[in-house]
């Protein structure tokens, strides 16, 4: 399996544009999380899914944030309208749930960078 | 509200001594912890973990140590290599309450290690 697979990797946007990062999870995976890394609060959960189920949204900063995962082997996270403030790097993680000690695989990361 | 702590932001060890990365978290139904490291430009990968019903577990030169009753685990690494220089994340769920799958990450600790 290839891993976790994200993309864009890089990302430059203007103020008021928006956002779509997409995700590819292991096949096979269950959960699928979706990260931000700042230098605050190190990797924060912004959402994560069960069987393409949304379970826990609270992460999610604002509504301005919005994710979907329409079948097991994709996921978007969407920012409309994005601002300076959510330059960051997003990770999206899958694992599979069912084996109590599992740990997720992350992939590269997508920079987000809003001018 | 951090649920997950790691307290030192970065940690500078000379080749071949210990190093000692620290963690500490406040929910009590978190009940398996683990390790991940990053590199720049990567994505996180699982180092090691550890069940609550352990107090210890190694592997190779890592060495993740648990006390739950100061709900406070420890990355050991010896010897230290330089290769090991990368930011080290704690992270910890609650399986046996049903959030099998959500991992909660602190900040990072950047760790040197110099030749």
């Known amino acids: 399996d290839a891993g976790v697979i994200q993309s864009p990797r890089h990302e430059v946007t203007e103020m008021g544009q928006e956002v779509t990062l997409r995700c590819k999870p292991i096949?096979?995976?269950?959960?699928l999380f979706w990260y931000r890394q700042t230098m605050m609060r190190g990797l924060e959960l912004l959402i994560y899914?069960?069987?393409?189920?949304?379970?826990?949204d609270s992460g999610m900063p604002e509504d301005r944030f919005s994710a979907k995962m329409p079948n097991a082997s994709f996921s978007t996270l969407k920012i409309q309208p994005s601002e300076p403030r959510d330059s960051a790097v997003y990770f999206c993680?899958?694992?599979?749930?069912?084996?109590?000690?599992?740990?997720?695989?992350f992939g590269q990361g997508t920079r987000l960078t809003v001018v | 509200d951090q649920q997950v702590k790691q307290n030192s932001p970065s940690l500078s060890v000379q080749e071949g001594r210990i190093s000692i990365l620290n963690c500490d978290y406040t929910?009590?139904?978190?009940?398996?912890f683990l390790w991940y490291k990053k590199y720049p430009a990567e994505g996180p990968t699982f180092l090691i973990s550890?069940?609550?019903?352990?107090d210890k577990n190694e592997d190779g030169r890592f060495t993740v140590f648990l006390n739950k009753s100061a709900k406070h685990l420890s990355l050991h690494i010896v010897p230290s290599q330089p290769g090991d220089s990368a930011v080290y994340f704690c992270?910890?769920?609650?399986?046996?309450?049903?959030?099998?799958?959500?991992?909660?990450f602190g900040q990072g600790t950047t760790l040197q290690v110099k030749p």
């Open positions: 993680a899958s694992s599979f749930g069912r084996l109590i000690n599992t740990e997720a695989f």
């Open positions: 096949s096979g995976h269950d959960y």
């Open positions: 899914f069960n069987n393409n189920v949304p379970i826990d």
């Open positions: 929910n009590s139904m978190f009940d398996y």
């Open positions: 550890i069940s609550s019903i352990k």
């Open positions: 992270a910890a769920s609650a399986r046996k309450s049903g959030n099998t799958g959500k991992l909660i």
